[in-house]
Every structure is written in C-alpha cells, then in structure tokens.
C-alpha cells in the first residue's frame, strides 16, 4: 500500500518563505509524476508543480518564478519551496504521485492504482 506523508506548511506573512515535503512510501511505480495540488475554500483543487521521473516540471502559471519543486528518485521525495507567498496561496495543499500508465503498458506492468495522495498540509498567507 502506497502512502504520502506530508511535512512543513504553516501560517506565514506575506512576502515570506516556506518549503513543503512529500515521502512516498510502499509500492511505487518508477515511472510517475510527483507533484503538489492544492485546494482553497470554495475552489476546486488545481495543480502547483510536479516533476517527473525523468526531471520534467509543469507549474501553474500562478506560482512560476516564485515556487521551485525538486524531487529525489532514489528517496522518492518530492518538495516544493515556495517563495514571495501572497494571501492568495492560502490553501490545503496535497501531495500527489501519478503513473505512467502508457509507460506501464509497454513494460508489461500491471497497475493497480494509477495515483495516490497525502492527507493535505495547510499553508496561511496573512499578515
């Protein structure tokens, strides 16, 4: 059974710094995306960052040049430092790991799942 477990949040001012950490755990497919959703009162949840196994990233249009999300294979760990937080950041944010699934197919590999999540984190922007 796969499990994330989420670390770091927390209220801080605007302007300010905080760093997100993600440790997947259990049986993991290599090929996946780990990444960071998050979901703010009244909103739909929507992807922040994610990187692949292979390094590719993906951010949000909101977030870009602000937010910097790293992973290490080896570990799989995923995190998320976040810089110049504005009050609109205020969310629960969730961890994330998605499958390859064409990746899967070709490899003979059969999926059971094809993504998992963590508990959700909650990070305040206020001054």
């Known amino acids: 059974q796969v499990q994330l477990v989420e670390s770091g949040g927390g209220l801080v001012q605007p302007g300010g710094s905080l760093s997100l950490s993600c440790a997947a755990s259990?049986?993991?497919?290599?090929?996946?995306?780990m990444g960071w959703y998050r979901q703010a009162p009244g909103k739909q949840r929507e992807l922040v960052a994610a990187?692949?196994?292979?390094?590719?990233?993906n951010y949000a249009n909101s977030v870009k040049g602000r937010f910097t999300i790293s992973r290490d294979n080896a570990k799989n760990t995923v995190s998320l430092q976040m810089n110049s937080l504005k009050p609109e950041d205020t969310a629960v944010y969730y961890c994330?790991?998605?499958?390859?699934?064409?990746?899967?197919?070709?490899?003979?590999?059969?999926?059971?799942?094809?993504?998992?999540w963590g508990q959700g984190t909650q990070v305040t922007v206020s001054s």
């Open positions: 994330n790991i998605q499958y390859d699934v064409a990746a899967a197919q070709n490899m003979g590999v059969i999926l059971y799942d094809y993504d998992h």
């Open positions: 259990g049986s993991i497919f290599s090929r996946n995306a």
């Open positions: 990187v692949t196994s292979a390094g590719a990233t």
